[in-house]
């Protein structure tokens, strides 16, 4: 059978954070841009708590005023709680220069506002088209797609950008997944009618919250402009396993083990039936290959406890842009040391204080009363998203200057 074939210039699969942006982007330089995404917007998702150095991203794609004008929670910071250890952090006052202040975003309204975005500005994009197969053999990459009508049909384009999310379209299709090196965990988690009392909580800041007993236990707690909250737990999946009931009454449990959460949530109302995903943490053997290359969570996600999946996925999209336009200017440009290489320096500074947190070494560090606020404002870059900044020592040489923080602060 002969399939009805299509022709674009960048073809993106995915309408998330990444691909919607990416296409921003492109279509900022004048690009033709098709998107497939294979579901409905807007659809729910979590990863809500954005990182300042993200609006950067989303105004190089010309989505800012779309963003600041659609009702979000403000967000300038985080804080974090752990029995009476109490610490935050301002994410206004960092080493890094940019923006210091973001918002903390339901993602189903958030992802297909930007979405709109990018048809707004001249992208097509195709809700409920599946990428089946692909072939990158040839001149220019070819996917196969199946539309919401069950029609098959082929796009060539010259250059793909994979924006799948943890749907992961080319790394299973091209056989480049490969397995994390964090422990296998999971999230349990739900949406709030919070009915916090005023005065009590700070709205404005994320608030990460450390088991009383175990260090790689804990909790987040986003609030929304609504009233409502994003609440979860992240653990061990054998350490969630000895909490029986349903997900709704096992995250009820864990939450209600930390003797703040019970006085901030007693009247909070648990509308909406909590879920749960597993195995999350992700990696592949290589980020860029032949006419395509892997944004966001498709290439590599490392774990939600500092918020950075949407900022790398941003990043993704704009080291990627940057290399086709470059090549569209007639450039050769090496993928492998152009793209792929800067972003994973800043997922590997995001990777170093994730390991480090889940150690317990890295909460010493937030909690340590003596610190300096120099040091102070440097972990705090890195915090709101400024992980490829090379100014910041705790960049340019992660691991040892963290390693010399935790003998300090132990």
């Known amino acids: 059978m002969t399939l009805r074939a299509e022709h674009s210039d960048v073809l993106i699969i995915g309408a998330g954070p990444a691909g919607s942006v990416a296409a921003g982007m492109l279509r900022q330089k004048g690009r033709k841009v098709l998107v497939l995404e294979r579901d409905t917007f807007p659809r729910f998702s979590i990863g809500e708590s954005l990182l300042p150095q993200s609006m950067e991203f989303i105004e190089q794609a010309g989505m800012l005023r779309a ?159 609504d009233g409502h909250c994003s609440i979860g737990v992240v653990a061990e999946q054998k350490f969630l396993a000895q909490f029986e009931g349903t997900d709704t009454e096992r995250l009820r449990k864990l939450v209600f083990e930390d003797p703040s959460a019970n006085t901030l949530l007693r009247n909070a109302e648990w509308t909406m039936p909590a879920r749960q995903i597993t195995g999350y943490a992700t990696n592949v053997s290589a980020l860029a290959g032949k006419g395509f290359a892997l944004l966001g969570n498709a290439g590599e996600f490392l774990d939600p406890v500092f918020s950075s999946g949407v900022t790398i996925a941003f990043k993704s999209a704009s080291l990627a842009v940057d290399c086709l336009e470059r090549e569209a200017a007639g450039e050769t440009v090496d993928w492998n040391t152009e793209y792929s290489q800067p972003l994973k320096k800043g997922v590997d500074t995001f990777r170093a204080f994730v390991e480090s947190w889940y150690a317990g070494a890295f909460q010493k560090i937030i909690f340590y009363a003596q610190g300096k606020p120099e040091v102070r404002r440097k972990i705090c870059s890195i915090l709101a998203g400024y992980a490829w900044d090379e100014t910041n020592p705790y960049v340019r040489d992660t691991k040892r200057r963290l390693a010399a923080l935790e003998e300090i602060c132990a």
Do not use: C
């Not at 923006?99 to 809700?127: I, K, N, S």
């Open 67 to 225: 963003v600041v004008e659609a009702g979000f929670q403000y967000k300038n910071g985080a804080t974090f709680v752990r029995d009476t250890l109490f610490s935050e952090l301002d994410f206004r006052e960092k080493h890094s220069a940019g923006w210091g202040t973001t918002y903390q975003v339901q993602r189903a309204r958030f992802d297909h506002l930007l979405a709109l975005e990018a048809e707004r500005m001249g992208a097509e994009v195709r809700f409920r088209h599946e990428v089946i197969a692909v072939d990158t053999s040839g001149e220019r990459p070819v996917v196969e797609v199946r539309s919401s009508e069950g029609d098959l049909y082929t796009v060539d384009a010259s250059f793909l950008l994979d924006a799948s999310g943890f749907g992961r379209i080319l790394p299973k299709l091209l056989g480049l997944e490969r397995p994390s090196t964090f422990p296998v965990r999971a999230a349990i988690f739900a949406h709030i009618k919070d009915h916090i009392d005023p005065g009590t909580f700070d709205r404005n800041k994320i608030r990460i919250t450390v088991h009383p007993e175990h260090v790689d236990v804990w909790y987040w707690l986003i609030p929304f402009s």
